[in-house]
């Protein structure tokens, strides 16, 4: 080995053994300082004859390198394990909670009228609104019930002290029926809409609220039958449903407004006492449920709105939207509807994100 | 209504089960609620022989008795019934069975150190009846160990539900005839009257209130018994719920509920002078069957003597001239009444009795003369006497009425075909006259019967609702049409909106404690109901925030921390004409703690007005507002913090949303701890979006070149608006400056007394070429002058 490889061994051996960077820093000045050691080598090569220096300039130039080279591998060794005990300081506790961002909800009312809308959207059903604080006249003696009827004590009716624009008394309206009449009167026929709301009836318990919600729906057109208004309610049921296994009872029944009148009973078993729709009411383990009220609408109400009745016909039908949203969502308490409770609403909400569509379904799956 | 089987096949021959009657009574619209089988109630329950009976060795009122039931050892029953007697047949519960009246399951037990294996039962034990002093009684022939049940003759009830078009259905016959029109049974014929009228009607009976009372028949029965009612009718009227009372009054009810026909019986001795049908006199009093005593006025008919009221007509009776056990001699009285006026009396007085429902909705105006011999009958075979001629006074409504029917109306209304000869069939058997020319003459009893669709119903709910076939309403070409007007569409992203914002939708009530609605009225009129439910539901909402606030209360009571709530619903106003004036709103309420304490941020942060800004603004840009044109005002309201709300305006009028903290009397007033955050966001004040209602966005452009920030600093008025320093700040060189943002806000040292110091980061866009020096310096200029103008100096 000559003189400058024991030099190159030596001089690697004690770099690499740089305890940190300063004393790596000082090697460097020792070595390849301006007065370093192999700078001064470096320097005797100027001295040097051509000849000599072609003999001896390569060993001192591998010497520089070699060492300059264990100074830069050293280095880089030394940072990389300062990073890494910097880093090993810097450990975070990531089972530690991140910061919550609060969970809205939509309300299981509001779902459903958008899931009703949604459906009768398909069947070509525009949505319809109306006052909810009406006058006697649209409430009812335009839906055939005149003073004196024994159905207008029947509904159970919030009325006001202020007597009305055109004469009558001020209420709170106790169906979604006087937009059928506010309806024809504005745009005529044909027609085919559904109202939902807000309705009023001074009962309450655990079934009843004085404050609910129903959508009523119309079709007035020509030719129109009780075989489509069979049809319409069954296929809404199964679409709002999504099920084909909807059984419908049709009762005769009486509303001053429609003639004839239809009571639709829907089948329904209980499971683990609750009730799940599906199947005849006649089944054994099953039973009949009151579901909605409908009826071809009746000649008088077709005449108080301004329409020829012997050119147009048609049916109407009202829902209890909550009592919807109760059957298929499962809740059974009506008065919790109206409570605010944010578990509740957390528990019974729906995401934003679960929109009605046809395409994705309407309902939003538990 | 109930009524048992015994009793509706009385009137209709059937084979028919009860569950076959309950299907056709809901085909045909005649609703069964419920149907009670009273043999499941006794089961377990038999007829039994005391055979010994000998005092209880530990009590003295108890007696020891032996038992047969026909089979097997006679069984030992300790009795505390002073009738119990050996030889005595009996109604025995053997162990197993459930009394009726209590619920007591019987068992083998040991009374005072002597086994009893049953019980004998009294008859309110057994829900029979009222009697209870000591234990049924059953004749000597009755058939030891028969059930008791099939011994009582208990036959099934049913309760169904008339709708109120069918007064002719308010009684078992004329269920029975709509039962036999279906096909359940054949209508048996009514028993023929012969009453011979001994002696003409010593009382005079006239109408002086032809309208209220159009028709007043009576007659008189001189010598009755008023007993007890025979067994059989009793026992209907209890399966229909009515207490037995005696004879005279059974009776009568037994008409109105076997023929849905009220009718009255006086005590004759009670009555001096005519018996006049009239108008009462305004202020008049009686003291009805109810004890209770009504004043009545001159829209009222009543029955009246010389010496005053005996009936409210149709309504009630009185109690002065009501039949009692001494009773000798009556006055029957048929009449017919005009429906509403009924009701309107009715309503009036708060009376609600069974001959109200029947004569409110119309009895049968052709039934007076037949109805009074029903009646006659009935009271000679169980209470003996002597009938008078009848009286009439006035004549009922009984013309007939008819109508032009096509049988074709059948298919095209109600969609089913149904042979011409079935719907004369059906007409007919429900006793409307069919024409050759399809002239159809309807009974009177059919109040509810105005035109063509009538009968349609009528045939089409005989004939079977469940053989209307579905149709498909005829479907619109293509893909279903968008129907949502734009405030539902408005709504809708609104709702979706706020609930991806982290808000729970509430519904709470449109209607408030007064208190609360006055609170929030800002002094307008409120709607306030005449009859509501209670005080805390009685004027419409004027705003949407107290409801929300008492739902935040409510969860702050149950512990919640931090409540985020919104409500998408009516205010409810009122119409220069005093019409409804109803707003839709979108309120969004946060109380409490927006985030709890936590290991990063230390102490919980609570809801200030800012957060209700940021929901304001998010939810106004979400609808389409035009948020960066909108003015922060103030008159937010008294119920809200007068230095922490604002209202945001589009234009000095126009206010499209209030926000802030409540004010801290609202919060005591809703005893809630602060601070609660609100906002209202008033959707109809919305503008709808300008320009075509296209697809297409405008072209992407944006700068060629990078903006420029350049900051400022200001000392301005303690009381000036940020915004009105920003608003002057971009308004300085419109080309140039293209954003503004206030970074930072500071009083305090270095800042003058009564300043405070704002700075602003502005940002320029260059157009085509980059900003030189002395350009951006020219702007700075400008910038700074126009802060000038606002008493803002730009900081050394």
Same mark, same amino acid.
């Given at each position: 080995?000559?003189?400058?490889?024991?030099?190159?061994?030596?001089?690697?051996?004690?770099?690499?053994?740089?305890?940190?960077?300063?004393?790596?820093?000082?090697?460097?000045?020792?070595?390849?300082?301006?007065?370093?050691?192999?700078?001064?080598?470096?320097?005797?090569?100027?001295?040097?004859?051509?000849?000599?220096?072609?003999?001896?300039?390569?060993?001192?130039?591998?010497?520089?390198?070699?060492?300059?080279?264990?100074?830069?591998?050293?280095?880089?060794?030394?940072?990389?394990?300062?990073?890494?005990?910097?880093?090993?300081?810097?450990?975070?506790?990531?089972?530690?909670?991140?910061?919550?961002?609060?969970?809205?909800?939509?309300?299981?009312?509001?779902?459903?009228?958008?899931?009703?809308?949604?459906?009768?959207?398909?069947?070509?059903?525009?949505?319809?609104?109306?006052?909810?604080?009406?006058?006697?006249?649209?409430?009812?003696?335009?839906?055939?019930?005149?003073?004196?009827?024994?159905?207008?004590?029947?509904?159970?009716?919030?009325?006001?002290?202020?007597?009305?624009?055109?004469?009558?008394?001020?209420?709170?309206?106790?169906?979604?029926?006087?937009?059928?009449?506010?309806?024809?009167?504005?745009?005529?026929?044909?027609?085919?809409?559904?109202?939902?709301?807000?309705?009023?009836?001074?009962?309450?318990?655990?079934?009843?609220?004085?404050?609910?919600?129903?959508?009523?729906?119309?079709?007035?057109?020509?030719?129109?039958?009780?075989?489509?208004?069979?049809?319409?309610?069954?296929?809404?049921?199964?679409?709002?449903?999504?099920?084909?296994?909807?059984?419908?009872?049709?009762?005769?029944?009486?509303?001053?407004?429609?003639?004839?009148?239809?009571?639709?009973?829907?089948?329904?078993?209980?499971?683990?006492?609750?009730?799940?729709?599906?199947?005849?009411?006649?089944?054994?383990?099953?039973?009949?449920?009151?579901?909605?009220?409908?009826?071809?609408?009746?000649?008088?109400?077709?005449?108080?709105?301004?329409?020829?009745?012997?050119?147009?016909?048609?049916?109407?039908?009202?829902?209890?939207?909550?009592?919807?949203?109760?059957?298929?969502?499962?809740?059974?308490?009506?008065?919790?509807?109206?409570?605010?409770?944010?578990?509740?609403?957390?528990?019974?909400?729906?995401?934003?994100?679960?929109?009605?569509?046809?395409?994705?379904?309407?309902?939003?799956?538990? | 209504?109930?009524?048992?089987?015994?009793?509706?096949?009385?009137?209709?021959?059937?084979?028919?089960?009860?569950?076959?009657?309950?299907?056709?009574?809901?085909?045909?619209?005649?609703?069964?609620?419920?149907?009670?089988?009273?043999?499941?109630?006794?089961?377990?329950?038999?007829?039994?022989?005391?055979?010994?009976?000998?005092?209880?060795?530990?009590?003295?009122?108890?007696?020891?008795?032996?038992?047969?039931?026909?089979?097997?050892?006679?069984?030992?029953?300790?009795?505390?019934?002073?009738?119990?007697?050996?030889?005595?047949?009996?109604?025995?519960?053997?162990?197993?069975?459930?009394?009726?009246?209590?619920?007591?399951?019987?068992?083998?037990?040991?009374?005072?150190?002597?086994?009893?294996?049953?019980?004998?039962?009294?008859?309110?034990?057994?829900?029979?009846?009222?009697?209870?002093?000591?234990?049924?009684?059953?004749?000597?022939?009755?058939?030891?160990?028969?059930?008791?049940?099939?011994?009582?003759?208990?036959?099934?009830?049913?309760?169904?539900?008339?709708?109120?078009?069918?007064?002719?259905?308010?009684?078992?016959?004329?269920?029975?005839?709509?039962?036999?029109?279906?096909?359940?049974?054949?209508?048996?014929?009514?028993?023929?009257?012969?009453?011979?009228?001994?002696?003409?009607?010593?009382?005079?009976?006239?109408?002086?209130?032809?309208?209220?009372?159009?028709?007043?028949?009576?007659?008189?029965?001189?010598?009755?018994?008023?007993?007890?009612?025979?067994?059989?009718?009793?026992?209907?009227?209890?399966?229909?719920?009515?207490?037995?009372?005696?004879?005279?009054?059974?009776?009568?009810?037994?008409?109105?509920?076997?023929?849905?026909?009220?009718?009255?019986?006086?005590?004759?001795?009670?009555?001096?002078?005519?018996?006049?049908?009239?108008?009462?006199?305004?202020?008049?009093?009686?003291?009805?069957?109810?004890?209770?005593?009504?004043?009545?006025?001159?829209?009222?008919?009543?029955?009246?003597?010389?010496?005053?009221?005996?009936?409210?007509?149709?309504?009630?009776?009185?109690?002065?001239?009501?039949?009692?056990?001494?009773?000798?001699?009556?006055?029957?009285?048929?009449?017919?009444?005009?429906?509403?006026?009924?009701?309107?009396?009715?309503?009036?007085?708060?009376?609600?009795?069974?001959?109200?429902?029947?004569?409110?909705?119309?009895?049968?105006?052709?039934?007076?003369?037949?109805?009074?011999?029903?009646?006659?009958?009935?009271?000679?075979?169980?209470?003996?006497?002597?009938?008078?001629?009848?009286?009439?006074?006035?004549?009922?409504?009984?013309?007939?009425?008819?109508?032009?029917?096509?049988?074709?109306?059948?298919?095209?209304?109600?969609?089913?075909?149904?042979? !011409?000869?079935?719907?004369?069939?059906?007409?007919?058997?429900?006793?409307?006259?069919?024409?050759?020319?399809?002239?159809?003459?309807?009974?009177?009893?059919?109040?509810?019967?105005?035109?063509?669709?009538?009968?349609?119903?009528?045939?089409?709910?005989?004939?079977?609702?469940?053989?209307?076939?579905?149709?498909?309403?005829?479907?619109?070409?293509?893909?279903?049409?968008?129907?949502?007007?734009?405030?539902?569409?408005?709504?809708?992203?609104?709702?979706?909106?706020?609930?991806?914002?982290?808000?729970?939708?509430?519904?709470?009530?449109?209607?408030?404690?007064?208190?609360?609605?006055?609170?929030?009225?800002?002094?307008?009129?409120?709607?306030?109901?005449?009859?509501?439910?209670?005080?805390?539901?009685?004027?419409?909402?004027?705003?949407?925030?107290?409801?929300?606030?008492?739902?935040?209360?409510?969860?702050?009571?149950?512990?919640?921390?931090?409540?985020?709530?919104?409500?998408?619903?009516?205010?409810?106003?009122?119409?220069?004409?005093?019409?409804?004036?109803?707003?839709?709103?979108?309120?969004?309420?946060?109380?409490?703690?927006?985030?709890?304490?936590?290991?990063?941020?230390?102490?919980?942060?609570?809801?200030?007005?800012?957060?209700?800004?940021?929901?304001?603004?998010?939810?106004?840009?979400?609808?389409?507002?035009?948020?960066?044109?909108?003015?922060?005002?103030?008159?937010?309201?008294?119920?809200?913090?007068?230095?922490?709300?604002?209202?945001?305006?589009?234009?000095?009028?126009?206010?499209?949303?209030?926000?802030?903290?409540?004010?801290?009397?609202?919060?005591?007033?809703?005893?809630?701890?602060?601070?609660?955050?609100?906002?209202?966001?008033?959707?109809?004040?919305?503008?709808?979006?300008?320009?075509?209602?296209?697809?297409?966005?405008?072209?992407?452009?944006?700068?060629?070149?990078?903006?420029? !920030?350049?900051?400022?600093?200001?000392?301005?008025?303690?009381?000036?608006?940020?915004?009105?320093?920003?608003?002057?700040?971009?308004?300085?060189?419109?080309?140039?400056?293209?954003?503004?943002?206030?970074?930072?806000?500071?009083?305090?040292?270095?800042?003058?007394?009564?300043?405070?110091?704002?700075?602003?980061?502005?940002?320029?866009?260059?157009?085509?070429?980059?900003?030189?020096?002395?350009?951006?310096?020219?702007?700075?200029?400008?910038?700074?002058?126009?802060?000038?103008?606002?008493?803002?100096?730009?900081?050394?």
């Amino acid at each position: 080995m000559s003189e400058h490889e024991q030099m190159a061994h030596e001089a690697s051996a004690r770099i690499a053994g740089a305890a940190d960077l300063n004393a790596l820093e000082a090697m460097r000045v020792e070595y390849l300082g301006k007065q370093g050691s192999i700078s001064g080598l470096l320097k005797t090569l100027g001295k040097m004859s051509p000849d000599e220096r072609q003999e001896k300039a390569p060993a001192i130039q591998s010497l520089r390198q070699t060492v300059a080279d264990a100074l830069t591998a050293r280095k880089d060794e030394l940072e990389a394990a300062e990073l890494e005990a910097r880093l090993a300081t810097e450990t975070l506790d990531l089972t530690l909670p991140a910061p919550a961002a609060p969970k809205g909800s939509v309300h299981p009312v509001s779902q459903v009228m958008d899931e009703l809308a949604e459906i009768f959207a398909d069947l070509g059903f525009a949505v319809a609104t109306g006052p909810e604080i009406e006058d006697d006249w649209y409430n009812f003696t335009a839906l055939n019930m005149p003073e004196s009827h024994p159905a207008r004590a029947m509904h159970d009716t919030f009325y006001f002290p202020d007597t009305a624009p055109k004469g009558g008394k001020m209420l709170l309206r106790t169906h979604t029926s006087p937009v059928q009449v506010r309806t024809m009167m504005a745009e005529g026929a044909p027609l085919r809409i559904i109202a939902p709301g807000r309705v009023y009836r001074s009962d309450s318990d655990a079934t009843h609220t004085p404050m609910f919600h129903q959508i009523e729906g119309l079709v007035i057109d020509k030719g129109i039958h009780l075989g489509h208004l069979k049809w319409t309610l069954e296929t809404f049921l199964k679409a709002f449903f999504e099920t084909e296994d909807i059984v419908l009872r049709l009762r005769p029944s009486y509303f001053p407004f429609t003639e004839p009148s239809v009571e639709v009973d829907v089948g329904f078993a209980i499971e683990n006492g609750k009730r799940i729709l599906g199947g005849s009411g006649d089944e054994p383990g099953h039973g009949w449920m009151e579901l909605l009220g409908s009826g071809m609408v009746n000649r008088r109400v077709i005449e108080f709105a301004g329409l020829d009745p012997d050119e147009w016909q048609g049916f109407a039908f009202g829902v209890g939207v909550d009592r919807l949203a109760m059957l298929k969502y499962g809740m059974d308490d009506l008065r919790a509807f109206f409570d605010g409770d944010t578990r509740w609403l957390s528990h019974y909400g729906f995401s934003p994100f679960d929109q009605p569509t046809l395409s994705a379904g309407v309902g939003a799956k538990a | 209504m109930k009524f048992s089987l015994e009793w509706l096949t009385y009137f209709l021959e059937t084979e028919a089960s009860v569950a076959e009657i309950a299907a056709k009574l809901n085909a045909i619209g005649i609703e069964v609620e419920d149907i009670e089988d009273p043999a499941e109630k006794l089961e377990g329950f038999r007829v039994a022989e005391v055979l010994t009976a000998r005092p209880h060795p530990d009590a003295d009122k108890l007696q020891v008795l032996t038992v047969s039931t026909g089979e097997g050892d006679p069984l030992t029953v300790v009795c505390g019934a002073p009738n119990a007697r050996a030889g005595m047949k009996g109604v025995l519960g053997v162990a197993g069975a459930v009394v009726p009246a209590n619920g007591m399951k019987l068992r083998k037990s040991e009374i005072r150190g002597v086994e009893s294996n049953g019980m004998m039962c009294s008859v309110r034990e057994l829900e029979l009846g009222d009697a209870h002093e000591g234990i049924i009684e059953l004749p000597e022939d009755a058939p030891v160990g028969e059930d008791f049940a099939t011994y009582h003759g208990a036959s099934p009830v049913f309760d169904v539900a008339i709708t109120p078009n069918r007064p002719d259905c308010m009684g078992v016959y004329g269920i029975a005839r709509d039962l036999a029109a279906a096909g359940m049974g054949t209508l048996k014929p009514l028993r023929e009257h012969d009453i011979a009228a001994t002696f003409p009607c010593p009382v005079e009976i006239r109408t002086e209130d032809p309208e209220g009372c159009p028709a007043f028949y009576g007659r008189v029965i001189k010598g009755v018994t008023n007993g007890e009612s025979p067994e059989w009718m009793q026992k209907r009227l209890m399966a229909a719920g009515q207490r037995p009372i005696s004879a005279l009054v059974d009776i009568t009810n037994y008409m109105m509920l076997s023929f849905g026909r009220p009718a009255h019986v006086y005590d004759l001795a009670k009555l001096s002078g005519p018996v006049v049908a009239r108008r009462a006199r305004d202020g008049e009093q009686v003291l009805a069957l109810n004890e209770k005593t009504y004043t009545l006025d001159s829209s009222m008919t009543v029955i009246a003597d010389d010496n005053g009221v005996h009936d409210i007509a149709g309504v009630m009776g009185g109690e002065h001239s009501s039949v009692q056990p001494e009773t000798t001699d009556v006055l029957l009285e048929i009449a017919y009444f005009d429906p509403e006026a009924i009701g309107v009396t009715g309503r009036k007085l708060g009376i609600a009795t069974d001959a109200r429902t029947r004569f409110e909705r119309g009895v049968d105006p052709a039934w007076l003369d037949e109805g009074l011999e029903s009646l006659t009958s009935l009271i000679k075979r169980f209470c003996g006497g002597d009938a008078s001629e009848i009286v009439r006074a006035g004549t009922p409504p009984t013309e007939p009425k008819v109508i032009a029917f096509d049988p074709g109306l059948t298919a095209r209304l109600g969609g089913v075909e149904v042979p !011409e000869s079935e719907q004369k069939r059906i007409l007919e058997a429900l006793d409307f006259a069919v024409g050759p020319d399809w002239q159809v003459t309807f009974p009177p009893r059919r109040h509810d019967i105005e035109g063509a669709a009538d009968l349609v119903e009528e045939v089409v709910r005989i004939h079977g609702l469940d053989k209307v076939a579905s149709v498909a309403l005829p479907r619109v070409e293509g893909v279903a049409r968008p129907t949502a007007t734009p405030m539902q569409a408005l709504e809708r992203r609104l709702r979706r909106s706020a609930a991806a914002r982290g808000l729970n939708e509430a519904v709470t009530w449109s209607f408030l404690p007064t208190r609360q609605a006055q609170h929030f009225a800002d002094g307008d009129a409120l709607w306030v109901l005449d009859n509501p439910i209670s005080e805390d539901m009685k004027a419409m909402r004027p705003s949407l925030i107290p409801g929300l606030l008492s739902a935040a209360k409510r969860n702050a009571d149950r512990g919640a921390a931090g409540v985020r709530l919104f409500e998408v619903g009516r205010r409810y106003l009122r119409g220069q004409d005093g019409s409804s004036d109803e707003h839709p709103t979108l309120c969004v309420l946060l109380a409490g703690e927006k985030t709890p304490r936590g290991w990063a941020t230390g102490k919980a942060a609570k809801f200030d007005a800012f957060d209700g800004k940021a929901e304001a603004e998010a939810l106004l840009a979400e609808a389409g507002a035009p948020v960066d044109k909108l003015m922060v005002m103030g008159e937010a309201g008294g119920q809200f913090h007068p230095g922490q709300s604002a209202t945001l305006r589009l234009g000095p009028k126009n206010v499209l949303a209030r926000f802030g903290a409540l004010h801290p009397v609202t919060l005591d007033a809703f005893d809630i701890d602060g601070p609660v955050v609100a906002v209202e966001i008033y959707l109809d004040a919305i503008p709808a979006r300008k320009g075509k209602a296209g697809f297409e966005k405008p072209d992407f452009a944006p700068p060629a070149l990078q903006s420029v !920030e350049r900051d400022f600093a200001f000392f301005v008025p303690q009381d000036l608006a940020a915004a009105d320093l920003l608003r002057a700040v971009r308004g300085a060189d419109k080309a140039n400056i293209v954003d503004a943002r206030v970074f930072d806000v500071f009083e305090g040292q270095g800042v003058p007394e009564g300043k405070k110091s704002i700075a602003i980061e502005v940002t320029l866009q260059p157009g085509e070429k980059s900003f030189k020096d002395e350009e951006l310096k020219a702007i700075s200029d400008k910038v700074v002058a126009a802060a000038a103008r606002q008493g803002a100096e730009l900081r050394g």
